[in-house]
């Protein structure tokens, strides 16, 4: 059998694509134009196989191995041309089971022969860069991580927006309710933050499916300002009570924005440990968490019950 190609790659949000675009062509990419991707996961037992079906171009199955780390990691793979993608997809179906379908739009380039750059655009995700250096054959990798990391500070890539796993993990892990994020960025614009400028906007979802949201309140008197997360507990309690099933919290901050210990601790009084809190920005979801995350060893209302 013969071995694996390999790639040093790395996978980051991409706040603004325009820019890294030109950024990458600044640096001397070279743009080979736009593809649409759909990747089918299959469930297996070992490493990752996925169908890829690309317009133009074709159909690959790709079967890879690397670790999930946010940080520049190596992955071996094989890639094999497949004729008739329906059959294989059918057959892989019927055997193994779909894990995961992600749809894309690719932006490719080129960067000094050998580096590919992605201009992601993922159905449901947002927007994303990828850098992957293809090694030669018999390569120890060094020069591969090198062109990684010049390529990564041409374009400007810092370690907040770095990315664990692919991106099948990602659409399994649970995309947001469509409206909730639409009511948290809603609140966002309705923030009262003349003194941070940091508007943030929360909208929480009860177990009925009620949805309520709130958005920060600042005061002259910094203790006295309301965080947007307590606001929508407010509107909750105001609106008849309920247990929280999924919450939003909404930023313009190219950092993630988490809520803070304060209002972890709202939350816990509501909302059970494994409820979902997709932290996002104007564009797109960053990340998904929880609340056993957020606030582990936690004390809550059962702790009380006596």
């Known amino acids: 059998m013969t071995e694996p190609s390999r790639n040093v790659e790395l996978k980051a949000i991409d706040a603004d694509p325009a820019r890294t675009l030109e950024r990458a062509l600044a640096a001397g990419a070279d743009d080979r134009g736009v593809l649409r991707q759909r990747d089918t996961y299959f469930a297996v037992r070992h490493g990752r196989l996925k169908l890829r079906e690309e317009e133009p171009g074709g159909a690959t199955l790709i079967a890879y ?21 329906e059959g294989l997809r059918a057959a892989l179906t019927a055997t193994d ?14 960067w000094e022969g050998s580096v590919r750059i992605h201009l992601d655009a993922v159905e449901d995700l947002g927007t994303f860069v990828e850098l992957e250096a293809v090694a030669g054959p018999g390569s120890d990798l060094a020069r591969e991580h090198d062109q990684v990391a010049r390529l990564r500070d041409a374009l400007g890539i810092r370690d907040a927006a770095l990315v664990e796993g692919s991106y099948a993990d990602a659409v399994l892990a649970g995309a947001p309710d469509p409206p909730l994020v639409a009511l948290a960025r809603d609140a966002v614009r309705h923030a ?23 958005a920060n309140v600042e005061n002259a008197a910094y203790p006295q300002g309301q965080c947007a997360e307590a606001s929508a507990i407010g509107a909750l309690v105001a609106g008849g009570g309920g247990q929280i ?13 988490t809520p803070c210990g304060g209002c972890r601790q709202r939350l816990r ?12 920005d104007a564009d797109r979801v960053r990340r998904t968490t929880s609340l056993a995350e957020l606030l582990p060893l936690s004390f809550g209302p059962e702790h009380l019950a006596g």
């Not at 009084?269 to 996002?280: G, K, N, Q, R, T």
Request: aromatic share 8%; with cysteine; net charge negative.
């Open 192 to 214: 009262y933050a003349p003194y941070s400028n940091f508007p943030v906007g929360a909208a929480i979802r009860t177990t009925d499916g009620r949805r309520f949201a709130g």
């Open 65 to 85: 191995e690397r670790p999930d780390t946010a940080a520049e990691r190596v992955s071996d793979y094989r890639l094999v041309a497949i004729d008739d993608p």
């Open 269 to 280: 009084e509501f909302a059970p440990l494994d409820a979902p809190i997709h932290l996002v």
């Open 97 to 110: 089971g779909i894990r995961a379908v992600v749809a894309k739009e690719r932006r490719l380039l080129l």
């Open 245 to 257: 099933a999924e919450v939003v919290v909404a930023s313009p901050s190219e950092e993630l924005c």
